[in-house]
């Protein structure tokens, strides 16, 4: 089945401080789909890219299907932002492949 | 409009018992995926249902079941439960499951 892998593994930042997190995947993909994860849990929905660029406040991600990336850019970075970021691909519909995650600290 | 509601939020078994977690997505959603998540496996894919068939299948033992019902809720069961099944299990409904999913807040099940 398709691989997806995430980096960094870990990122500590300090307040203000911007990032990039990084999903490489091995195949062709129909969707891709960028999610946080925060601390209790809940799985929230950042961005549906399968291709180009979207910004939405301070995070933008950007996705190059035929290259087999995406990235998601954090700017000015919160306290809130601290959690786990996930990137997804689907090849069925419905059926989404994860990859591991990059877990994010931002400290006051 | 309301979110995916996953019930119970959380649950205690004992090994060998059976377990049903319902899941009711977003009005109009009729694609309803289900995740295992556990800290050594990460995210997995078990099962999506869409228009009451199970549409496709992630590769797990078949003690693991689901089904859907015509307004789309839907159900996942797990059978002679095992340590390893705790873990938080996921549902994330789309309209038809080529668009954006999300995610209820999940039911954590320990298995004792």
């Known amino acids: 089945g398709i691989q997806v892998e995430q980096s960094p593994p870990d990122l500590i930042l300090q307040e203000g401080a911007n990032s990039t997190l990084r999903c490489n995947f091995s195949?062709?993909?129909?969707?891709l789909q960028w999610f946080h994860q925060n601390p209790w849990g809940q799985l929230i929905n950042l961005f549906y890219i399968p291709s180009g660029t979207k910004q939405n406040g301070r995070l933008s991600a950007t996705t190059v299907a035929t290259e087999r990336y995406s990235l998601l850019y954090i700017s000015s970075s919160q306290t809130t932002d601290s959690g786990v970021y996930f990137c997804a691909v689907d090849t069925n519909a419905g059926k989404s492949t994860f990859g591991d995650g990059t877990t994010l600290t931002v400290k006051p | 409009k309301a979110g995916v509601t996953q019930t119970p939020r959380y649950l205690i078994k004992t090994r060998g018992q059976q377990v049903t977690l319902s899941c009711s997505p977003i009005?109009?959603?009729?694609?309803v995926s289900w995740y295992q998540q556990t800290p050594g496996q990460g995210l997995q894919f078990l099962f999506e249902y869409f228009s009451e068939t199970q549409r496709n299948k992630g590769n797990f033992p078949g003690r693991f079941s689901g089904r859907q019902f015509s307004n789309s809720r839907s159900e996942m069961n797990v059978s002679t439960l095992e340590l390893g099944d705790s873990a938080l299990y996921l549902c994330?409904?789309?309209?038809?499951?080529?668009?954006?999913?999300?995610f209820g807040d999940g039911t954590r099940l320990s298995i004792l």
């Open positions: 009005s109009g959603h009729r694609s």
């Open positions: 195949d062709s993909v129909n969707n």
């Open positions: 994330a409904s789309s309209l038809t499951g080529i668009q954006p999913q999300h």
